[in-house]
């Protein structure tokens, strides 16, 4: 009667190479979907951040609002408010500074 039992048992489907198939999928989707657009924005903040110049207004990552006064290879002197700081470049927040320079849309009354 065991013996019966053991020979209605399903089989273990599938070979080696369908999970293999399966395992690289995973690791394809997982590289679209999470490393592929941090190297995209990665790269989109590199070029922003060598292509400020003199007079640029930007926000730092703190909240600091200022205007480009002197760039240097790896850090910046702002003028805010009338005080001088030095900066990192890698201090500049992208998006704030893009969207503080962005002229205003009217608003439709």
């Known amino acids: 009667m065991m013996h019966l039992l053991l020979m ?14 399966m395992i690289v999928m995973i690791l394809v989707v997982f590289y679209f ?3 592929y ?6 790269k989109a903040q590199k070029k922003f951040r060598e ?5 640029d207004k930007v926000i730092t990552i703190g ?4 205007e ?4 240097e290879d790896a ?3 702002i003028n805010s408010m009338g005080t001088r700081l030095r900066l990192d470049k890698t201090s500049i927040s992208m998006e704030a500074s893009q969207a503080l320079n962005q002229p205003k849309k009217e608003e439709k009354k």
């Open 8 to 21: 209605a048992a399903p089989q273990q489907g599938g070979s080696g190479a369908s999970n293999l198939i």
């Open 68 to 71: 480009i006064e002197k760039l």
């Open 63 to 66: 909240g600091v609002h200022g």
């Open 37 to 42: 657009p941090q190297q995209k924005k990665a």
């Open 75 to 77: 850090t910046f002197v």
């Open 51 to 55: 292509n400020l110049s003199v007079g």
């Open 33 to 35: 979907f999470m490393f």
